[in-house]
């Protein structure tokens, strides 16, 4: 069966350059290993999406030449989550967790990427015969993972060997406001879309651990290959994101840029040409591709 890969932007915003790059190495992945593209838009973050942005990232993708097999929209897979949630929960692998993000800082360790390594305080007051237990206050829902190693490779940085819940513990895959979490909402849909090639940037390297044992949970025990890119970085070797003010694909259409032009920049910004030239798609794609 043909492998199949997936370009996954969240529509808070208008793509950038740094989706630009990620969109690059989704699609020259599936030229080198001739694998089918699904677009996901991935608005499980209902407070921060927007329509229009959901419009512009096709569109944005369009003008630039790419084209794809299939397309989803995450929030039209809320009730499937609600199923698998339900069979965690049958299961007694999901707690409720009322701590406030100013106890989380307080009462846990942080890892190197300042994030909280949740110690389990509410899955032992969960667990206590006398629960004192408030479901009334607000509360996240949170997975509880093995005390593992998982073992995967990456197709570009070579062999990982991380245990998540040295990592990170127990992590929410529902929050306080009731909305799903990025790791459940993408262990789901990798799941259910039958991803067989993650292909994403560096930044998120850092959750694939989390994400192999939250699907094997979901009862996928032969997790998808994964292939993390370089990110860009400007000059102070900082990475650049919508926050820092990275231009925005649609600012520079409408400022008169094409796509060639905006594809030499972002292929110059990535190391991967010496200069910032004009240059077609295929070609952009052929020189990532001899990277893979
Ligand atoms: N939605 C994520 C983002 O826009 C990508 C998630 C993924 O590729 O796993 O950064």
């Not at 846990?108 to 032992?124: A, D, R, T």
């Not at 860009?232 to 094409?258: F, N, P, W, Y």
Request: charged content about 30%; overall charge neutral.
């Amino acid at each position: 069966m043909k492998g199949k890969t997936r370009f996954a932007p969240s529509p808070t915003g208008y793509l950038h350059e740094g989706h630009l790059l990620s969109a690059l190495y989704v699609w020259a992945a599936a030229k080198k290993w001739d694998l089918d593209v699904h677009l996901r838009i991935e608005d499980h973050d209902q407070e921060r999406a927007r329509p229009k942005h959901i419009a512009a990232i096709r569109e944005d993708l369009q003008w630039l030449g790419f084209s794809w097999q299939s397309e989803s929209v995450q929030s039209d897979h809320f009730n499937r989550f609600e199923t698998r949630l339900k069979k965690l929960q049958d299961q007694g692998l999901v707690y409720p967790c009322c701590c406030s993000r100013k106890e989380l800082d307080a009462e846990n360790p942080k890892n190197e990427y300042g994030e909280v390594i949740y110690q389990g305080k509410c899955l032992s007051k969960f667990k206590a015969l006398n629960s004192d237990f408030d479901l009334s206050k607000p509360h996240s829902l949170r997975i509880h993972i093995p005390d593992k190693v998982i073992q995967w490779h990456d197709l570009r940085m070579g062999d990982f060997a991380e245990n998540p819940k040295l990592q990170c513990g127990d992590f929410p895959i529902r929050d306080r406001i009731g909305q799903w979490t990025y790791q459940f909402a993408v262990c789901a849909d990798d799941i259910d879309e039958q991803i067989t090639h993650v292909i994403r940037g560096e930044d998120i390297r850092n959750s694939t651990a989390r994400q192999i044992a939250l699907m094997e949970l979901l009862g996928r025990t032969e997790p998808p290959m994964y292939l993390h890119h370089p990110l860009i970085v400007d000059t102070a070797g900082k990475k650049l994101s919508k926050r820092e003010k990275a231009h925005s694909i649609r600012q520079d259409r409408e400022a008169g840029a094409t796509p060639q032009e905006l594809l030499g920049r972002v292929l110059f910004h990535a190391g991967l040409q010496d200069s910032p030239s004009p240059t077609d798609l295929n070609r952009a794609l052929d020189l990532i591709c001899r990277t893979l």
